[in-house]
């Protein structure tokens, strides 16, 4: 899809409740670089992958950014949020997170331990290539390469979330995960702001 979802997936989207969902962008800092592409899957839905939102504000992706009806879910919330935040001016809002759910149940661990290419593998078998990970995704049609990696960051992080989700039950460890997870907003802002973590010493 070329910058923005269809009216039509965008009422099917909210419709399902919740969904994955991944930014590629061209640089690390979210006020200076620009997301390239959004990609998102619904198992009720499929996958969707929106191009060409570079220096664009896509009205239904910050619609459902913001939707409180639809979860979405994220490897690494903070990252995708800031660069959605300042470059649309959207609220997220019930937003969760993979990685965050994987330091809240093994904490101080290395940090490749939470990354998804390890996750996917430890718990799935599935390999994700990162071979083209940086590669133009500014770019209006994406090679076939940067599609199928593109589909891998989200077409297994709902079964991802609900794995996560079972073993934080199991530990006692949901009520913080859900508290992590109504702070990421505050996060962001805090983040574009210049000020991360201002508990730090």
Known sequence: MAHDLTLDVYHRLTESGRVAWDIETNGLEPTRAMIGTCQLHSPQVGTFIVTGVAGRIPPLLARLLSDARVTKVFHHAPFDLSFMA????????????????????????AAERYSLKYLMAWHFGLALDKKVRFTDWLAESLSEEQIQYAVGDVIRLLDLYDLLNGKLEEKGLAELYRECREFLSTHVRLRLHGCADPFSY
Request: with cysteine; charged share 10%; aromatic share 4%.
């Open 86 to 109: 300042h470059a649309w001016g959207a609220e997220p809002s019930n937003v969760a997170c993979t990685k965050i759910a994987a330091k809240i149940l093994s904490p101080g661990q």
